[in-house]
């Protein structure tokens, strides 16, 4: 049974506190002094649940239409997945306590449920931004980058874990700025510079790194309850080799601690991706039609919603396989695994002729 570290490191510390204050002389300024502590304490154990509630769904489609109407633009191909982005991170900076992971100072530096949510969220939103600059904004590889998103990607790429001088938060705004620039520009443009190609083959790319983060995720919360697995690296090349030797069984286990951790940065990583696939259906909707695909991503975004359903326990259970109490982190598992599988699937569709 993993406990939420947080909760467990509040209750410690007021026991500490009423432990120390009990055994203070009375009339010490000591005792006023851990007073206020102690409130300071007892007010950021509400607040700390607050900030760890993630943030409610939307619907790109819907949102996209509505923010290009306010902006008196017409939303053109790629505005949705554009957009969908800025939400995404705009999201991490916005929600309430802001953006949490560099946090110093309590309630936020002992919240690492909700900052390993941020970070998931924040790996689907890099991938994307790369996606972006690499692919969907070029014609073919010898065509020149887009300015504006030669500053998003590498701004989104800034240290998720800085609080000071630059902050994080401030370079993700930065690349921000520059995102809108793009997602303005692709509605506005009329000399053919700024543009977002709903290809096949960029599709195809960039569904080639979820498809290895959903990979790792699935691996790592599978190793919830440790498992001895065969060494299949170099399995299917007779001819290949890597660096170092490795053992021909390995045992991979999740440490205690970062059980709950993993489970977080999936559900973050899945709530994202849920978007970002919701916005691609509607950018590249004649791709997918033409691909009978269609159908194909709605079954990746129906595994992807089962991964956002209440988590009623208030700890993050890791029974065994087949044991008496329930594996949360084998049922992320399961929908991401299930998910990743329709990726693949998908992926030959899009590459066929």
Partial sequence: MTLQRESVLMAALIDWFLDVWDNMPAGKIGRGVLAILLLVLVVSVPLGIYWSLTPAAFEPAVTARDDAAGEQLEPATGYTTVYTLHRLMSTLLDKPGGYISNDRLPPGVWLDNISNWEFGVLVQSRDLARGLRKDFSRSQSQSVEN??????????????????????????????????????????????????????????????????????????????????????????????????????????????????????????????????????????APVLEKKNARVSLQQIIRELEATQETVWSPVILNGGGFGLFANHSLVMANYISRANAAIIDLRELLARG
């Fill in 147 to 284: 300015p504006m998103l030669t500053v998003t990607e590498p701004q989104f790429h800034f240290d998720n874990n800085s609080w000071w001088l630059p902050s994080t938060e401030s370079q993700y705004r930065e690349g921000l700025k520059a995102l809108h620039k793009y997602q303005l520009a692709l509605a506005q443009s009329s000399d053919g510079q700024t543009q977002f190609y709903a290809r096949a083959d960029n599709l195809n790319n960039w569904l080639g790194d979820v498809q290895t983060r959903l990979g790792s995720l699935s691996q790592r919360l599978s190793a919830s309850v440790g498992q001895k697995r065969l060494n299949t690296d170099l399995a299917g090349d007779p001819d290949a080799a890597q660096s170092t030797g490795t053992s021909a069984l390995q045992e991979i286990k999740t440490p205690w601690l970062e059980i709950d951790d993993v489970f977080y940065e999936a559900r973050g990583s899945a709530w994202a991706l849920l978007h970002i696939l919701k916005a691609i259906e509607v950018d590249f």
